[in-house]
């Protein structure tokens, strides 16, 4: 028998990384009406379903009037308790959630390919006719509210809560700051009126995984029914973003020992040509562990322990920023020294080693998140719901950074990371 010794003394080879486009995926019409994407994969029997609707939080009338509404959506219908279920789902070996983001509530459920179809009927109750029992919102806001009070103790909570107001403005949806009085103006009549305006015939489907005919003609009879046919309108009204007029915000904790920084400006989103080299800039500047403000703050420097940029892309309005927590006796010295490493990527261009460090641990996060057919239905709701072709997208993305130059990194540095135009959060002691 041949026994094959490995030199591990000599690295293996090294080569490019290429993407060869977004995998094939399957677009048709459930009951000539609902949109479904499919990405087919017969190695698992398991399936991962998702039902978006086209309503979150910017449709709210409330503070967490949204994001209640579909954590209180598996607590109870006309047909099943929340015991049942929790114990239907538990018992099936399935994965079950609801969740609310500011344009989209979406359910989601993973389970083995026959689970799945028995489970349906259950998925359409929930979706259909939630009671929103009062004794389990009750206790529901009650727990949220205590973490709440614990996370707004730590000066970080507190900073991450109150920062997109600088940029957007308290009225705006995207800005909104959470206050305890929040939890208790929250009833079982303001979760029942969001979900009656909720539209469920303007649903799309997302599939990954095993599926064949079975789970489509199930998931058929499960849009066939009258309740998906409701239309309401929801036409999402347009909001100004209205920003602080002062730059540097200090939210002082007389007892803090250390103070947490948040930095940021608006900027483009994923529709716009200048994104994907934008994310690049911001992977060298503070996406990784081997950043610049990594390097100087933590390495060289010892203010925190950690810190990080990034950009927050949203459908209306996106934005980036920067993120750490310093000894309070440090605080503007980090200031001092995120700043400059901000003006320095506009001065100066990056070294070529520099940037393709960056950019391959950008292409190894990219292919990452496309591995498989659960990450391929997200990829592909990111791009649909904001009206992008995940073929065109996606490419390009990669192509566009693929193909970025020093040059370009100083320019994107000059043209969005402008020091001037950065609002500064200080939630501690600015000694």
Same mark, same amino acid.
């Given at each position: ?10 690295? *293996?080879e090294t080569?490019?990384?290429?993407? #060869? ?6 677009? #048709? ?9 499919s ?5 698992? !029997? ?7 609707i ?13 994001? $209640? ?17 929790a114990?239907?789902?538990?018992f099936s070996g ?27 009927p ?5 979706l259909?006719?939630?009671?929103f *029992? ?8 009650? !727990?949220? %509210? ?18 997109? $107001?600088?940029l ?20 079982? &009549? ?8 909720? *539209?469920?015939?303007?649903s799309s489907?997302?599939?990954?995984g095993?599926?064949?005919? !079975? ?17 309401n ?14 730059k ?15 930095l ?8 716009? *040509?200048?994104f994907?080299?934008?994310m690049?800039?911001?992977t060298?500047?503070?996406?990784f562990?081997?950043s610049r ?7 060289? %420097? ?22 750490? &927590? ?8 980090a ?8 003006s320095?990527?506009s001065?100066?261009p ?5 940037l ?6 950008l ?32 490419? $390009? ?16 540095a ?5 020091p ?8 501690? !002691?600015?000694?």
């Amino acid at each position: 028998m041949t026994t094959n010794i490995i030199n591990r003394s000599t690295a *293996p080879e090294t080569g490019a990384l290429h993407f #060869e486009g977004f995998p094939a995926y399957k677009q #048709e019409l459930i009951n000539n009406h609902f949109p479904c994407y499919s990405v087919e994969n017969f190695s698992s !029997n398991v399936v991962r379903l998702d039902i978006s609707i086209p309503s979150g939080s910017w449709m709210q009338s409330k503070p967490l009037q949204s994001s $209640s509404m579909a954590r209180m959506i598996t607590e109870g219908t006309k047909q099943f308790n929340s015991f049942q279920i929790a114990e239907a789902i538990d018992f099936s070996g399935a994965y079950l959630d609801v969740s609310s983001s500011p344009h989209r509530t979406i359910l989601s459920i993973y389970a083995v390919k026959d689970i799945l179809v028995s489970l349906l009927p259950l998925v359409k109750s929930i979706l259909t006719e939630p009671t929103f *029992p009062a004794d389990e919102l009750k206790t529901i806001l009650a !727990n949220n %509210k205590q973490e709440f009070i614990i996370s707004n103790k730590k000066v970080m909570g507190r900073a991450r809560r109150f920062f997109p $107001s600088l940029l957007y403005g308290n009225r705006h949806p995207y800005g909104t700051v959470i206050e305890e009085k929040h939890f208790d103006a929250l009833s079982t &009549e303001d979760m029942q009126s969001l979900f009656n305006a909720l *539209p469920l015939s303007e649903s799309s489907i997302f599939l990954g995984g095993n599926i064949d005919e !079975n789970v489509m003609e199930h998931l058929q009879n499960l849009f066939s029914d009258a309740a998906f046919a409701k239309s309401n309108s929801n036409t999402e009204q347009n909001y100004n973003s209205e920003p602080s007029s002062e730059k540097e915000h200090l939210i002082t904790v007389p007892d803090a020992v250390q103070s947490a920084l948040i930095l940021g400006t608006p900027v483009v989103g994923r529709s716009h *040509p200048d994104f994907p080299v934008l994310m690049l800039t911001n992977t060298i500047l503070g996406g990784f562990f081997g950043s610049r403000l990594m390097k100087t703050i933590r390495e060289e %420097k010892g203010y925190t322990y950690g810190i990080s940029s990034g950009i927050t892309a949203r459908a209306q309005a996106s934005h980036f920023s920067i993120q750490t &927590e310093v000894m309070a006796e440090v605080t503007q010295q980090a200031l001092d020294e995120i700043f400059r490493e901000i003006s320095r990527l506009s001065v100066a261009p990056v070294e070529m080693n520099e940037l393709d460090i960056a950019r391959n641990y950008l292409f190894g996060s990219f292919l990452r998140n496309m591995d498989g057919p659960f990450a391929l239905v997200e990829r592909l709701q990111t791009a649909l719901q904001e009206n992008l072709d995940p073929n065109v997208y996606y490419s $390009s993305y990669w192509d566009a950074i693929a193909a970025a130059t020093p040059a370009d990194i100083q320019h994107m540095a000059q043209k969005y990371l402008i020091p001037e135009n950065m609002h500064v959060l200080i939630v501690g !002691n600015k000694q």
